[in-house]
T-cell receptor, first 112, second 115 residues
Framework: DAGVIQSPRHEVTEMGQEVTLRCKPISGHDYLFWYRQTMMRGLELLIYFNNNVPIDDSGMPEDRFSAKMPNASFSTLKIQPSEPRDSAVYFC??????????FGDGTRLSIL | AQSVSQHNHHVILSEAASLELGCNYSYGGTVNLFWYVQYPGQHLQLLLKYFSGDPLVKGIKGFEAEFIKSKFSFNLRKPSVQWSDTAEYFCAGAFSGAGSYQLTFGKGTKLSVIP
């Protein structure tokens, strides 16, 4: 049974570039979450979707961040333009309904 | 605002020692509580969860946690740790008033087990 799949695992890019992170949730899970993990702030919820519809994006830090879920098996988190302070590990998680959430391996993002 | 706090930033134990990691939450309503573990370079894995019923919850890898409502606590325990338990442990809560699908995480406790 495949878990939550994220790509890429690592991304290094220069400030100002567009960054796109991808997530494939577990089949049948109706909820998808994007988190950011940093040393200073720990794990923060950025946005979550229910049945492909964004429900709460209050955790998205700025307009430079956007997330989409065009279908039940795919979601993207985009940062444009990227800044060094966006460097973090970004996790995607999915769940079938009420908890618990199943996490992907994360994308380690470094903005130079 | 709802919050989850973990008291210990870093715990160092010898193998076979007993473990207890503290977790407290701040919320007066219905709460679902979780412990996740993150091994170095890996994703978060669910250790155990509490929704309702028996306040003593048993999870994987020999871990257990006790929900004490009067103390707003959900401490994680293991009677005898192994080197392979070296990881970071996160307590998390889902608070009904905030939308029960949203997890609020504590800052994590790093556990180092010395062989």
């Amino acid at each position: 049974d495949a878990g939550v799949i994220q790509s890429p695992r690592h991304e290094v890019t220069e400030m100002g570039q567009e960054v796109t992170l991808r997530c494939k949730p577990i089949s049948g899970h109706d909820y998808l979450f994007w988190y950011r993990q940093t040393m200073m702030r720990g794990l923060e919820l950025l946005i979550y979707f229910n049945n492909n519809v964004p429900i709460d994006d209050s955790g998205m830090p700025e307009d430079r961040f956007s997330a989409k879920m065009p279908n039940a098996s795919f979601s993207t988190l985009k940062i444009q333009p990227s800044e060094p302070r966006d460097s973090a590990v970004y996790f995607c998680a999915s769940s079938p309904g009420p908890q618990p959430q199943h996490f992907g391996d994360g994308t380690r993002l470094s903005i130079l | 605002a709802q919050s989850v706090s973990q008291h210990n930033h870093h715990v160092i134990l010898s193998e076979a020692a007993s473990l207890e990691l503290g977790c407290n939450y701040s919320y007066g309503g219905t709460v679902n509580l979780f412990w996740y573990v993150q091994y170095p370079g890996q994703h978060l894995q669910l250790l155990l969860k509490y929704f309702s019923g028996d306040p003593l919850v048993k999870g994987i890898k020999g871990f257990e946690a006790e929900f004490i409502k009067s103390k707003f606590s959900f401490n994680l325990r293991k009677p005898s740790v192994q080197w392979s338990d070296t990881a970071e442990y996160f307590c998390a809560g889902a608070f009904s008033g905030a939308g029960s699908y949203q997890l609020t995480f504590g800052k994590g406790t790093k556990l180092s087990v010395i062989p």
